[in-house]
């Protein structure tokens, strides 16, 4: 079966600008993960969403960081205005259930 | 709280030599438990996974890891260490609540240098 697709693979941009990532989870699973990678860390987790609807979002940074799943497929989170420290690599995960959790290859994100 | 420790941040071993990885968690809720491995920019993968049954619980290129439910531990090992083991070692927990929700919490990882 196809992975977890996300793109674009890198991205540089000046702070203040936005930004945003796409996400295409594995068909037929319903749980998406966005999470944040900053270097020399584990992934902490941004948002959690069950077919379209959010689960958790309690340590996304409402004021600039958004995210959306649409049709409870495809999803994009992006960042207005970026900081330097958003600086980081940005994972999506799709699951059918609790375990089976599929890891994209992320999206490094550099701001300068 | 819900916790993920990951007790060394750095590993650094002989090749051949055996080598465990400690993690440990807190939680009132039932788990499942994963090890992840990264190599140097590249995805994670995933290395193995405690869902229910034995506790002991064997992975890819050669791991291993057993639960240890009254210590909250998933300590992780391998008898005989590569070179290409060389990466950084993750260990993440699903909480998992009565609700029916769950949450995918990584701990902040073990680099594994493994030396000739």
């Known amino acids: 079966e196809a992975g977890v697709a996300q793109s674009p693979r890198y991205k540089i941009i000046e702070k203040r600008q936005s930004v945003a990532f796409w996400c295409n989870p594995i068909?037929?699973?319903?749980?998406l993960y966005w999470y944040q990678q900053i270097l020399g860390q584990g992934p902490k987790l941004l948002i959690q969403?069950?077919?379209?609807?959010?689960?958790?979002d309690s340590q996304l940074p409402k004021d600039r960081f958004s995210a959306e799943r649409l049709k409870g497929v495809d999803s994009t989170l992006k960042i207005q205005p970026a900081k330097l420290e958003d600086s980081a690599v940005y994972l999506c995960a799709s699951s059918p259930k609790g375990y089976g959790y599929t890891f994209g290859s992320g999206t490094r994100l550099t701001v300068v | 709280a819900q916790s993920v420790t990951q007790l060394d941040s750095q590993v650094p071993v002989f090749e051949e030599a055996p080598v465990e990885l400690r993690c440990n968690y807190s939680?009132?809720?039932?788990?499942?438990l994963f090890w992840y491995v990264q190599y140097p920019n590249q995805g994670l993968q995933l290395l193995l996974k405690?869902?229910?049954?034995?506790?002991l619980v064997k992975g890819i290129n050669g791991f291993e890891a057993e639960f240890n439910k009254s210590q909250t531990s998933f300590h992780l090992r391998k008898p005989s260490v590569h070179i290409s083991d060389t990466a950084e070692y993750f260990c993440a927990v699903n909480f998992l609540t009565q609700g029916g929700s769950e949450k995918l919490v990584f701990g902040k990882g073990t680099k594994l240098t493994v030396n000739p």
């Open positions: 969403f069950q077919n379209n609807g959010v689960v958790d």
């Open positions: 405690y869902l229910s049954g034995s506790t």
């Open positions: 939680s009132s809720v039932s788990v499942y």
């Open positions: 068909s037929g699973h319903a749980t």
